[in-house]
């Protein structure tokens, strides 16, 4: 022990030094080059692996740089609004934070600083059922700005439990994943040996210790687990998310016993849309969940015009899944998105730097959306629309 303690100590002063005082972060790619370097390989391909081989969140990304968009001139963009409406609450941005499991893993405290960044961008923050942080915890820390994002799991019984405690907590938006039959095989986990709960291999040891930063907070916070599954141990691991014995039937119980906004989430094909919309759900969420699910899926940001069409102008559409910065961010609200939803970047972000890095992640995203607008001429989010898009049936070129 006595040889222990220095090292530790060590270490600590050697991470100290290390913690950057200003941001470095200025793009997506910077954040991932960073999270990168600074997050154990388990931990990093737990956030950027994908299902299969992982062609399809690649071809998320490629289908958005291959998006034009329509530049105007002489239009006076000095007041510029980001604010936006969407299911009866007024937020500053025209994005939030999408659910993510196990955000704690980018860094401890991960959960708390995504809250705390609603409050403070004025934004909402999607709670995932396989959350690290209690849902109660969640909505106080972001001043009832947070949501509820429900897995079925492997019973109705447990899963409406789930959205009577969401109720007493004083959630009033509730997002029911509907794209998660059975957690598909996510080949980077399974080759580094990533599960719940852990499992200490002689790989899993040899990449903690040569990411001494991270495991030092994380030994200071405890390794983190989910938190809103229940207390049994087999409702632990993420096969909890699965919910391969869930049917039609159970999104109407739902639509029953929740008097909140219900949104269902996961939702790819016109044919799904409908029914859906005729249930009662207040909003559709259009995602490919990141390709996390199924390699073959075609990109997210396809699906969302073919969905617009089918469900009628005025009702909502939340996106995710390809977003990368904020003119990603105005193409899916071109596309036909009412509200876009972020991941991936703010997990990179978290493990670069923390809450630091989280900040300056959004504070980029916010900047390049309004620079954005500048450019196509518009001064309101209720501007966007099909005609900003370079070759529409609406610009006049195509």
């Not at 154990?40 to 071809?59: H, M, Q």
């Not at 001043?143 to 799991?153: D, I, N, S, T």
């Not at 999104?251 to 008097?259: I, P, S, V």
Request: proline share 5%; aromatic share 8%.
């Amino acid at each position: 022990m006595a040889i222990v303690a220095p090292f530790v100590s060590g270490l600590q002063r050697r991470v100290l030094r290390e913690m950057p005082t200003r941001s470095r972060i200025h793009s997506f790619e910077d954040a991932r080059r960073l999270a990168r370097r600074r997050l154990p390989r388990l931990v990093f391909d737990f956030v950027e692996g994908a299902a299969g081989r992982e062609i399809g969140a690649a071809r998320n990304e490629a289908r958005f740089d291959e998006i034009l968009l329509k530049s105007r001139v002489l239009v006076d963009v000095n007041r510029r609004s980001l604010t936006t409406s969407i299911l009866g609450n007024e937020f500053a941005v025209p994005f939030g934070i999408a659910p993510m499991g196990m955000c704690n893993l980018a860094c401890p405290g991960a959960d708390r600083f995504l809250a705390e960044a609603a409050r403070e961008f004025d934004m909402p923050v999607c709670l995932s059922s396989a959350g690290s942080s209690a849902l109660e915890d969640m909505q106080r820390w972001a001043g009832g700005r947070a949501w509820f994002q429900l897995y079925f799991g492997q019973s109705a019984e447990a899963s409406l439990a789930r959205v009577d405690r969401a109720a007493a907590a004083g959630y009033k938006t509730l997002i029911l994943t509907v794209d998660v039959p059975q957690i598909s095989r996510r080949i980077r986990d399974i080759r580094n040996g990533f599960g719940l709960p852990f499992r200490m291999t002689a790989r899993s040891f040899w990449d903690f210790a040569t990411h001494p930063g991270w495991s030092l907070r994380m030994l200071g916070a405890g390794v983190p687990a989910p938190r809103n599954f229940g207390a049994s141990r087999s409702e632990s691991g993420f096969d909890r998310c699965a919910s391969r014995s869930t049917d039609w039937s159970f999104l109407r119980k739902l639509r029953e016993r929740w008097q909140g906004v219900l949104i269902v989430k996961g939702v790819k094909s016109p044919e799904d849309a409908v029914p859906v919309q005729e249930i009662g759900a207040d909003a559709i969420y259009v995602s490919n969940h990141g390709a996390r699910q199924l390699d073959g899926d075609p990109p997210a940001i396809d699906l969302l015009p073919l969905i617009r069409k089918a469900v009628g102008p005025e009702y909502p559409l939340l996106f995710d899944s390809g977003v990368r910065n904020g003119e990603d961010v105005v193409k899916a609200l071109a596309m036909g998105a009412d509200f876009v939803m972020l991941g991936r970047p703010l997990l990179f972000a978290l493990g670069a730097e923390g809450k630091m890095g989280l900040n300056a992640m959004l504070e980029c995203i916010s900047e390049d959306t309004s620079l954005t607008m500048a450019q196509l001429g518009i001064t309101e989010i209720s501007g966007m629309g099909e005609h900003v898009l370079f070759g529409s049936a609406t610009d006049g070129s195509g």
